[in-house]
């Protein structure tokens, strides 16, 4: 096993925190994720991140843990968004274009705050690519507590949620509030782009959004089959793109480890590969 | 404009009351009347942009009225009133990962928030609604791979699982070849006897839904007049309605609506009976 696993890395405390928090938030993104691709809310997910962003690099300037600040800032953003959008789906792409704009210059103004100030050294790099080896342990409790309370509000929510995501007037004739339900959902969206954006950072936690999502959507045939599908496939991103972050520190003599989040994204950009090629298949199958 | 009263032997369902809607500041329904008794098959005819949709949509508290009242099941008309519904052009694009029995199953528990999972109940009220639509052959499928008809069939069956006293179907026959148009018909015809909902159906062409409609609400600039087919579809009535000249014609043995003066280019047969 020693050419897969290197040393250390099952006796290596700080590998165990990654890799129970790294499964926790992929499971939430897993189940969230797969409600994103149905509503086609990808843009507003990966809007989120970039507002999650702004809100992690104003949490280091002021020395308050970045989880804190993605989380502010995402259901800030996302509620405003939400408020602002109207049902036509052009608007709500321009209320999402118009805040992702803001935010992403306003990321770059504190980043460029927090990295001339001294005292915030290795924030920017854990805001735009993730700190999954070098969290604190006293926000694992934080990331577990959030992440159990979205997936329970992602849960309670499940069945006007999927109906309107399919027919937003056949819901609203039933006597669902499509509106509230949407502002809701935005919540549990910012919520788990928070989470993802802890571990893998947040340029490419959209990526551990609606990567194994999509994966599992093309090869499950219901809802049910494909949240679990996205689920361990985001849980099997995770954890091997810490295995091989970690091993890639012995790769080269020069012992420069290859970041967490480069290695979560190769592992779902070859999950989400082999889902096309299987859909192909069994297209072909007929 | 009026509307005959309810036959006898019938219980009212809905009762749309001097309704009027303005869209957009122009006046689409004026004055609107009529009474639709349970179990009762009616047919709401009329061309394109005549008001069926916005009619539909003030019975189901979706539209706004800007005078009058809808009262369903004897009180007012709102939102999450036991009404199905059947909107026109729904088409579930082809990667919508949703079973067909999980949809018609969110007829039922769609609007449910709770962790409780789905009951034994509703799981037998969908697998009977499918049975009594011809639908038990594609439960397992995914909506999004089903043909448009084969959608429009599974959006009645999600209509018709929360056991609704009326059924609203905007132009469900639209984009349909007759064999199907008349299976649809046949099949609705079964269901309403079966279920004992009232079924108010939109469509342009009056003919193939003769056989099985009860009484026909005719819908033109803006009002309604309704009866039955006999009654309704009269050079009378309907110039009346119109506002100007129509001929009701037989021809062949069915009876075809012509608007607009003879010799006047824009005439066209309109509505074609029987
Ligand atoms: N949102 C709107 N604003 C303004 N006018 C509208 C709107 N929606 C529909 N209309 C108009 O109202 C009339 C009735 O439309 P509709 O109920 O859709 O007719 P139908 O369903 O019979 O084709 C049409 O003249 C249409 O142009
Ligand atoms: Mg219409």
Redesign the interface.
């Known amino acids: 096993m020693h050419w897969l696993v290197e040393p250390g890395f099952w006796s290596n405390p700080v590998v165990g925190t990654a890799l129970v928090l790294g499964a926790v938030v992929a499971v939430v993104s897993g189940a969230v994720g797969?409600v994103v691709v149905?509503r086609g809310q990808s843009f507003a997910g990966h809007a989120l991140t970039d507002v999650a962003m702004a809100g992690g690099a104003g949490a280091s300037l002021v020395g308050a843990a970045p989880l804190v600040g993605f989380l502010l800032a995402g259901v800030l953003g996302g509620g405003s968004m939400e408020a602002a959008g109207t049902e036509r789906v052009r608007d709500r792409d321009v209320a999402t274009g118009v805040v992702l704009g803001a935010a992403a210059g306003l990321t770059a103004l504190l980043l460029y705050f927090v990295s001339s100030s001294s005292s915030a050294t290795g924030s920017t790099q854990s805001v735009l690519f993730g700190s999954v080896f070098t969290v604190s342990p006293s926000v694992v409790p934080l990331g577990v507590a959030v992440a159990a309370g979205t997936l329970a509000a992602l849960?309670?929510?499940r069945?006007?949620l999927?109906?309107s995501s399919?027919?937003p007037?056949?819901?609203?004739?039933?006597?669902?509030r499509p509106r509230a339900i949407g502002l809701a959902f935005v919540v549990v969206l910012a919520a788990s782009v928070a989470l993802s954006a802890l571990v893998i950072g947040a340029i490419l936690s959209t990526a551990l959004l609606v990567g194994p999502a999509s994966a599992a959507?093309r090869v499950?045939?219901?809802?049910g089959g494909?949240t679990l599908g996205a689920i361990a496939a985001g849980v099997a991103a995770v954890e091997l793109g810490i295995l091989a972050s970690y091993d890639s520190f012995y790769w080269s003599s020069a012992h420069r480890s290859v970041p967490v989040s480069a290695c979560v994204v190769g592992v779902i950009l070859v999950e989400v590969a082999l889902s096309a090629l299987w859909s192909r298949a069994r297209a072909r199958r007929g | 404009m009026g509307c005959e009263p309810l036959p006898e032997d019938r219980r009212e369902v809905v009762h749309v009351h001097r309704v009027e809607v303005a869209l957009g500041g122009r006046t689409v329904l004026h004055d609107v009347d009529f009474r639709v008794g349970e179990g009762e098959f009616v047919g709401l005819i009329g061309t394109n942009g005549s008001g069926k949709t916005t009619l539909l949509r003030a019975i189901?508290?979706?539209q706004a009225t800007t005078a009058g009242e809808v009262i369903v099941a004897g009180r007012p008309g709102?939102?999450?009133?036991p009404?199905g519904?059947v909107?026109q052009r729904?088409a579930?694009d082809h990667?919508?990962?949703?079973?067909v029995a999980?949809?018609v199953a969110?007829g039922v528990?769609?609007?449910?928030?709770?962790?409780a999972r789905r009951g034994r109940g509703v799981r037998e009220r969908v697998e009977a609604v499918l049975a009594s639509l011809e639908l038990s052959a594609l439960a397992?499928r995914?909506i999004g791979a089903l043909s448009g008809g084969e959608q429009q069939r599974v959006l009645m069956a999600?209509a018709l699982a929360?056991r609704p006293r009326l059924l609203l179907l905007d132009e469900p026959l639209a984009n349909l070849d007759l064999p199907r148009v008349h299976e649809t018909i046949a099949v609705l015809d079964r269901v309403r006897r079966a279920e004992g909902v009232a079924v108010v159906l939109s469509a342009h062409e009056i003919g193939p839904l003769v056989p099985v409609m009860d009484r026909v609400i005719y819908i033109a600039q803006g009002g309604v007049a309704c009866g039955t087919t006999e009654e309704v579809v009269r050079a009378e009535v309907l110039s009346a309605l119109y506002g100007h000249h129509v001929d009701v014609l037989t021809v062949h043995g069915r009876v075809v609506v012509v608007e607009g003066e003879a010799g006047d280019p824009g005439a066209h047969p309109e509505v074609v009976v029987r």
């Open positions: 797969v149905v849960f309670v929510v069945r006007p999927l109906l399919l027919n007037e056949l819901a609203a004739a039933r006597g669902v959507l499950a045939r219901g809802l494909a | 189901l508290g979706l709102r939102r999450g009133g009404v519904y909107p729904v579930f990667d919508v990962p949703v079973r999980d949809f969110l528990d769609g609007t449910r928030l709770g962790l397992g995914r999600h929360s």
